[in-house]
């Protein structure tokens, strides 16, 4: 609708509210060309988010990405392996001091495993944290016995707080 407005008051002889001076006094010239071609459509150009995500009480500190998987887990992780034969997932552990690991599991691990691949991958690493989820509201992963898919969390990414 602005467009017509616009253009009627181009057709009226008057200055657009768009172009006003805010002075008041400078004067303002449009001229328009009539023009039967197509206007070419410029080339969307969008550069996908190159940065990193943090939650609000993470500490500070340089992030590093870790790929593992419990048959390349380091040698003091639990003898957990993944049935291929049987329906998996892959789930992303935000670790207290800002580190990602993603690893796969099967649907029938439970909250236990995930606890004994951080506890493998992070040997320096805190042995009392909670484990919680990213959704709204965070929802503490308490129950260690409790299966992935019991729990929810296929495809997620839960966070390790101290």
Do not use: C, W
């Given at each position: 609708m602005a467009l017509c407005g616009f253009l009627e008051s181009i057709r009226k002889s008057e200055c657009p509210k768009e172009l006003e001076p805010t002075d008041g006094k400078t004067s303002v010239r449009v001229n328009l060309t009539r023009s039967e071609e197509d206007c070419p459509v410029p080339k969307k150009r969008h550069a996908s988010f190159q940065g990193m995500g943090r939650t609000l009480d993470a500490p500070a500190v340089d992030s590093t990405v870790v790929v593992s998987s419990f048959t390349a887990a380091p040698a003091l992780s639990t003898d957990l392996?993944?049935?291929?034969?049987?329906?998996?997932?892959?789930?992303?552990?935000?670790?207290?001091?800002?580190?990602?690991?993603?690893?796969?599991?099967?649907?029938?691990?439970?909250?236990?495993?995930?606890?004994?691949?951080?506890?493998?991958?992070?040997?320096?690493?805190?042995?009392?944290?909670?484990?919680?989820?990213?959704?709204?509201?965070?929802?503490?992963?308490?129950?260690?016995?409790?299966?992935?898919?019991?729990?929810?969390?296929?495809?997620?990414?839960?966070?390790?707080?101290?």
């Open positions: 392996v993944v049935d291929q034969t049987q329906p998996s997932t892959t789930i992303q552990v935000r670790s207290a001091d800002g580190t990602r690991m993603v690893s796969r599991f099967n649907l029938q691990h439970n909250i236990r495993d995930i606890r004994g691949f951080i506890d493998a991958s992070r040997l320096d690493g805190p042995r009392s944290y909670k484990l919680q989820t990213v959704a709204f509201p965070p929802k503490e992963l308490a129950d260690l016995d409790q299966t992935l898919e019991q729990a929810g969390i296929a495809n997620s990414v839960v966070i390790q707080k101290l």
